[in-house]
């Protein structure tokens, strides 16, 4: 019984840090990322489809992305999306590649998105600290109505604790790394 409550924490934790990064890849850095683009959704007759699914992106130079629609009728729509999105990119084409210059970032700007890594951070330990407190709860409840032993109960406590200890610190070192990218130069 407890073994599978913190098993179920474990998994929802771990589900939390998939999110977490997935978030991040999102947040531009100084270099070209086609990570950057995942979110960007672009109206295929009709359909918001990702931008990956229109097209080729590639990074030819650290400060440039490319896109090569499959379909050369779409490369309004996508360079529509990409100013849409609201990432500060001024994309310009051909006729046939959209290409879309990667500015190099302010100090400003770079302490601004350290700070919303920081609070992207923040709000991910708070869903690992409320899946403690659920997992705990639980645990309690098992106890009470007498389906583990007290002594279970504190050990599974413990584990609960060590779990969430473990993946606050891994939230610290993505974060980490995220910080450093960004501030890179």
């Known amino acids: 019984m407890g073994a599978a409550v913190v098993k179920d924490m474990k998994d929802k934790m771990e589900k939390t840090i998939q999110h ?32 990956s699914g ?20 779409m490369i309004n729509p996508i360079e ?12 310009s084409n051909d006729g046939k590649i959209i290409r879309i210059p990667v500015p190099q970032l302010t100090e400003e ?11 992207v951070a923040e709000d991910t ?4 600290r409320n899946l403690r407190r659920e997992s705990n709860d639980r645990i309690k409840k ?3 109505d007498k389906e583990i032993s007290e002594d279970d109960g504190k050990k599974f406590i413990e584990q609960i ?8 610190k891994k939230v610290d070192v993505i974060t980490g790394e995220k910080e450093k990218e960004i501030m890179e130069i």
Do not use: C
């Open 20 to 51: 977490y990064k997935e978030e991040l890849k999102t947040i531009r850095t100084g270099r070209a990322s086609i990570s950057m683009f995942d979110n960007i959704r672009v109206d295929y007759y009709g359909t918001p489809t990702p931008l």
């Open 54 to 73: 229109v097209g080729t992106l590639s990074s030819p130079e650290p400060r440039l992305i490319t896109v090569a629609p499959w379909d050369t009728s």
């Open 80 to 91: 529509k999306a990409i100013q849409n999105a609201n990432m500060g990119f001024n994309p």
């Open 109 to 119: 700007r770079r302490k601004d998105l350290v700070k919303h890594v920081k609070k």
């Open 125 to 128: 330990k708070v869903a690992i």
């Open 142 to 144: 098992l106890e009470k």
């Open 161 to 168: 604790q060590t779990a969430t200890d473990d993946f606050i």
